[in-house]
């Protein structure tokens, strides 16, 4: 069964990955070039789908500065450093993009449209992302029956289903199910800022997105493969 | 009060930009080059948004050639030529693009919350075009419900509203609404072919949204003041 799998490079994208070909699928993986600050995760991706053998891997290019209103696309607006993971919890972060979800989701419906898959796979969280208002299921089911009534397949009785093995677990837990199905985690791109303009590129370990994998990692006593800034690391920080 | 207005620089979004207008709104128009094979219609809707006074309009820009499926995407799907409207209601024709208004929405979702725009306008309508899924009444609702769930405005509670004023008109009612509004049609595009490659170019007068275009104004008694080329225009037929 074919199926299209959001990419992102990430940590969790990656797993989904990892995930729907474990269930059988063929996998159409698909990424984003929106001019977001971390360009760098879209290396990631093609490395990840490379490793994951997908039949084929597409990007989609647009440009979300246009309008900003993240500290993802505008530069005017500072990364959050070094905060708690349970702090990042407590509100709508400013690293949330308008809007980016759905119009992923909506790519990945047209995209499962045009191949006829049945099944779109995307790798949102609810419990480390709970601030993210397009990560929670009530979300997510909203866009299932936006993929039910505006598709000429799901008008014709085959909806696009939304799949999200990834919405009720902890970082932890995904980190474990991406141990299982060999994630090549080296090979994954998490950090929101710009990997320092080295080669390789070096995360910052201290944006939000580096502080929840590390966390994550720590807390499995498993050492995270990605090359860190200095005093990076939990325990060093 | 704000509002992003989708305008394709056809005959209905342009009467709906006109619309939000007459409703007091300070109008973001927002326009799509995804590779249509009418891009001409962008010409028409630049010409359109400076004649109605907008306060700015953005054109986001993405390639759905990347898949096709569509023969407004694909050069290798022929354009249905000299179909009766009632014919053309029957189904879902090749001219549908996959989820082609859950992205226009998307974005238009997305430039509305980062302006803090609490509505987006959308010409799309139930009766001319009842052969497309994501124009019929009940998927712009599903789509309201993402809207509300989908963005940190939704979720303070100030969900953006789908404002859709002409999803109940016929074509016929639309031009008598556009007339009261003064839209200058003669700006506007709506033809699914390319222009004829001319300057200034030439409507098929042979496609879907021609045929449309050209009975309602015929049934008007109105002379659409596009031109058209040979044999186009009904009773020439």
Request: hydrophobic fraction near 40%.
């Amino acid at each position: 069964m074919k199926a299209v799998v959001l990419l992102s490079g990430g940590l969790d994208s990656s797993t989904v990955l990892y995930q729907a070909k474990a269930e059988g699928m063929q996998c159409y993986a698909l990424s984003f070039d929106y001019h977001q600050r971390h360009r760098q995760e879209l290396e990631a991706a093609r490395a990840i789908a490379d490793s994951a053998g997908v039949v084929e891997h597409q990007c989609v290019h647009f440009d979300l500065r246009q309008w900003g209103g993240s500290a993802l696309t505008d530069d005017r607006l500072t990364l959050p450093r070094d905060r708690d993971p349970e702090a990042m919890a407590q509100e709508i972060p400013i690293t949330y993009v308008p809007a980016r979800n759905t119009i992923f989701l909506s790519f990945g419906l047209a995209y499962a449209e045009a191949i006829a898959a049945p099944r779109v796979y995307i790798g949102v969280n609810a419990l480390d992302y709970s601030g993210y208002p397009d990560c929670r299921p009530d979300y997510i089911a909203a866009m299932g029956k936006v993929f039910a009534l505006g598709t000429k397949q799901g008008r014709e009785g085959h909806p696009i289903e939304i799949h999200t093995p990834l919405i009720h677990r902890s970082k932890v837990e995904i980190i474990q199910l991406g141990n299982q199905l060999g994630v090549p985690w080296a090979k994954t791109w998490s950090c929101y800022s710009e990997g320092g303009g080295q080669t390789p590129p070096i995360a910052c370990g201290h944006c939000d997105s580096c502080r929840l994998r590390l966390a994550a990692f720590q807390q499995l006593n498993l050492r995270d493969p990605l090359p860190y800034g200095a005093a990076a690391r939990p325990g060093a920080s």
